[in-house]
């Protein structure tokens, strides 16, 4: 089944405990991004990759770092999480830069 | 700056009835692609239609129709004979920056809420 897969899909942290939320897909996709959404705010992009080792910022990027090292994982990291950064993430795959992006099922981050 | 404003926070019907769900975009750039998403209580984001600027053409596919003006710069969905199962947070979203950004710098609107009660 073609899929987006993030884990963990709940995670509570105190703050400046470093972590990471995993993404993989099975789609061969070379695109992939990160969204956090917040009440009020929708979702807003943090960060996005074109290809291995091609990632940029989005409109969030600060508090965050990824990598690409493999096509199919696009890991996020938080090495320093503070309470602003509790929200649902949201990582997403497509096939190109203009076709629809699947996402995955959510990570649900509280930072106490 | 691209911008995406989705000015109904929510909207209330009964089932049966018409809806439409608006979507105003800002952007200086002449090639771009709009989407919208349904994100269901259940949390999944859920691809709906994608559109491009050079595409003016609307669209019908069964209940759920979009209205692209170019002029107005607007994309607004609408979902005729509701149902209750189309209860859910819909986003619109813009991607823009050309081959640069692979089109990949995506911007989302704040979401409509739509709560169709029988």
């Known amino acids: 089944e073609a899929q987006v897969t993030q884990n963990p899909r709940y995670l509570i942290t105190v703050t400046g405990k470093k972590l990471t939320v995993t993404c993989s897909q099975n789609?061969?996709?070379?695109?992939m991004s990160w969204y956090r959404q917040d009440p009020g705010l929708g979702l807003r992009q943090i960060y996005y990759?074109?290809?291995?080792?091609?990632?940029d910022k989005g409109d969030v990027p600060e508090g965050y770092k990824v990598s690409r090292k493999e096509k199919r994982n696009f890991p996020l990291i938080l090495e320093s999480p503070s309470p602003n950064q509790t929200s649902l993430y949201f990582c997403?795959?497509?096939?190109?830069?203009?076709?629809?992006?699947?996402f995955g099922q959510g990570t649900r981050l509280t930072v106490v | 700056a691209q911008k995406v404003t989705q000015a109904q926070t929510e909207i209330s019907v009964v089932e049966k009835e018409d809806v439409t769900l608006d979507c105003v975009y800002e952007t200086r750039d002449t090639t771009y692609y709009l989407f919208w998403y349904k994100q269901p209580p259940s949390g999944e984001l859920v691809f709906l239609i994608r559109r491009n600027s050079f595409d003016e053409q609307n669209e019908i596919s069964g209940r759920y129709s979009w209205n692209f003006q170019k002029s107005t710069s607007s994309f607004n969905f609408t979902i005729t004979a509701s149902q209750v199962v189309d209860s859910a947070v819909y986003f619109c979203?813009?991607?823009?920056?050309?081959?640069?950004?692979?089109?990949?710098?995506?911007?989302f609107g704040t979401g409509t809420r739509l709560l169709v009660s029988p």
């Open positions: 789609m061969n996709h070379e695109y």
């Open positions: 979203a813009l991607s823009e920056g050309g081959m640069n950004t692979g089109f990949q710098k995506l911007v």
């Open positions: 997403a795959s497509s096939l190109s830069g203009t076709s629809e992006a699947f």
């Open positions: 990759s074109m290809n291995v080792e091609v990632t």
